[in-house]
């Protein structure tokens, strides 16, 4: 059934062995079912297309399976007994059936093992380690093999180059990839943040200045030009540079030569010039922020950086690339399951490969060597449902639908806030519709403040993506309404 790999089932009652292997074989599913004292290590090196774990007799036997389970966490997991407490932690843990089994419950449950491991999820390709030029640069994109094409054309010649785009694309990797495929390679990469440093420093750091120029140059120190002397000078964030600067920089530029600050000697300058900033410098212009005429002597090579989510297919690649970067650092490899990564694609981006790097930096401390799955991620990056599934005969009843609400209503707001009287009316009350109502208004909020993703609208309200679907179905909500 579904076309998936041969699925292992562990029971250790003989009857229930019976009934499962008529009952799958009637589905038409391929299956081996074994006790628990019958599994041995061999057992885990076959393909399983899921892992249905039934009755076990002894306790310890199944924690050996939930570790050994943790360990293989591509294979899916399903529980036919009551085992959610010992399987909540496993990234692999695809939800619960129960018995009497159902035809419709079997095929749902296969269906979401089927969407784990894969079958209809980005397949990540291999990341091609022949070419050392570009280093970083990775993605098979149009975007960013225009931009490896445009660093190979400008390696080759002294031109300025001048990069943009907004901030965490990549711009200081472009730059030091120009600098060490130019023939300035074996020269210094010197980097300096125009923003980061006061604008009356700025001129010491770049040009450098003599013993005594100003109070607490106690001796002479060379700037970051004469520091780059015969490789590059890489001027990050150059929109940010005071006019004042700019005026001098554009001289050293044109004349390639310098003084120190409080000297009069001419000091030669040989270095390449990268700039790169995220503003728009043609509005700056037009704002009289930033020079014209040193505009066109940086913008010799323009680069434009595309954002992440604008080549947002080579997500897959760059979370490899970094993963590998993170290993090399002594961290445990972790691996994202194929909707952990097609959630991430959904996202906006906005710190581009640098928020990327910051989010796969923070999984990589919190699950050492484990599998990361959607609701493993933060809630801002889960944008894909959670294939959770809930047998027929486990839906909660409209009792208990009623005391959740109930629960909710006084647990999460004050009386005052929900427009609830502390007082009961002399003339009664409808307390059922007064809590359908409130219940109904509160699902409209969260579906409202997450954009109708019914997953983070669960999150926000404390309950299971599963039970805010049941409610919406009773209420006739959907996520539009």
């Known amino acids: 059934m579904q076309g998936l790999a041969k699925t292992l089932v562990i029971e250790d009652d003989q009857q229930q062995r019976h009934d499962l292997s008529v009952i799958l074989g009637f589905v038409g599913e391929q299956c081996e079912i074994i006790s628990s004292q019958d599994i041995d290590t061999s057992l885990w090196q076959q393909s399983w297309g899921a892992c249905l774990l039934g009755n076990i007799e002894i306790n310890k036997n199944l924690s050996h399976i939930v570790d050994t389970l943790k360990i293989h966490a591509h294979i899916p997991v399903v529980s036919l007994g009551n085992h959610r407490a010992h399987l909540s932690g496993l990234a692999n843990y695809v939800g619960d059936l129960e018995l009497p089994l159902h035809y419709n419950q079997l095929v749902d449950a296969f269906r979401h093992c089927q969407e784990y491991m894969g079958k209809r999820a980005y397949q990540v390709p291999q990341l091609g380690r022949k070419n050392t030029l570009f280093r970083s640069m990775v993605g098979s994109s149009s975007a960013i093999s225009q931009i490896r094409h445009l660093m190979e054309q400008v390696a080759a010649c002294d031109a300025s180059v001048l990069i943009l785009g907004e901030s965490g694309t990549g711009k200081e990797v472009v730059a030091r990839n120009v600098h060490y495929h130019s023939s300035r390679g074996k020269g210094p990469f010197v980097p300096v943040n125009c923003g980061a440093i006061p604008p009356d420093l700025l001129e010491s750091e770049l040009f450098g200045h003599e ?16 520091l780059a002397e015969g490789g590059t000078l890489f ?8 006019m004042s600067m700019q005026v001098k920089l554009l001289r050293v530029l044109q004349e390639r030569s310098f003084e120190r600050v409080g000297g009069s000697q001419t000091i030669k300058t040989n270095v390449r010039i990268v700039a790169a900033t995220h503003r728009d410098l043609d509005k700056m212009i037009h704002e009289n922020l930033f020079r014209e005429d040193l505009y066109y002597r940086l913008n010799v090579f323009p680069i434009d950086m595309p954002a992440l989510r604008e080549r947002i297919e080579d997500l897959p690649l ?14 445990k490899r972790i691996h994202f399951t194929p909707r952990a ?5 959904e996202h906006n981006w906005p710190g581009n490969v640098r928020e990327l790097a910051n989010l796969v930096e923070r999984l990589c401390i919190l699950y050492p060597g484990e599998m990361v799955d959607t609701n493993h991620l933060p809630i801002k990056y889960r944008y894909s449902q959670l294939p959770d599934f809930t047998p027929e005969s486990s839906q909660p009843s409209v009792e208990e639908l009623e005391q959740e609400a109930l629960a909710s209503m006084f647990s999460s707001y004050e009386d005052e806030q929900a427009g609830v009287n502390s007082e009961l009316p002399p003339e009664g009350l409808n307390l059922k519709e007064m809590l359908a109502d409130l219940e109904v208004d509160m699902i409209k909020q969260a579906l409202d403040a997450q954009s109708g993703v019914v997953a983070r609208a669960a999150d926000m309200l404390g309950m299971r993506r599963t039970t805010l679907v049941e409610k919406m179905r009773k209420y006739g909500l959907n996520k539009e309404g």
């Open 235 to 242: 001027l990050d964030e150059i929109g940010d540079m005071p």
């Open 211 to 226: 013993k005594g120029a100003f109070t607490g140059a106690i001796s002479a120190r060379k700037g970051r030009f004469e």
């Open 318 to 331: 760059l979370l490899q690339e970094l993963l590998t970067r993170m290993e090399a650092e002594g961290a």
């Open 341 to 345: 990564i097609n959630s991430l694609m």
